[in-house]
Nanobody
């Protein structure tokens, strides 16, 4: 599976951005698709995921209620709608995919086999 993330940019605090992750290739292997982010000097952290078979989504507590993950089957994309952005949301955002859902460990980066290249989100105060 090849993943291509896009949609990053500069936004003021309180604003919104929508990221997109396009999947190509063996997309049947993308059973779970997730978003992670990595701020400078910090470890990569889980943002949210969606299970493609039933559209069940889960989010990190830090973004719950502000971010929403959805799928566009026609375009074979997963979208990350980010509202009420805060300066601490500034990071490189990565999409990831795996063929299995690792219950209890789905928030760990090493549970994902496929990764996109990342897109930078900068939130100014």
């Amino acid at each position: 599976v090849q993943l291509q993330a896009s949609g990053g940019g500069l936004v003021q605090a309180g604003g919104s951005l929508r990221l997109s992750c396009a999947a190509s290739g063996r997309t049947s292997s993308a059973y779970v698709m997730a978003w992670f982010r990595q701020a400078p000097g910090k470890e990569r952290e889980f943002v949210g995921l969606i299970i493609t078979s039933n559209n069940l989504a889960d989010y990190a507590d830090s973004v719950k209620g502000r971010f929403t993950i959805s799928r566009d089957n026609a375009k074979n994309t997963v979208e990350l709608q980010m509202n009420s952005l805060k300066p601490e949301d500034t990071a490189v955002y990565y999409c990831a995919a795996d063929s299995d859902y690792h219950d209890g460990e789905a928030h760990l980066p090493n549970r994902y086999e496929f990764w996109g290249q990342g897109t930078l989100v900068t939130v100014s105060s």
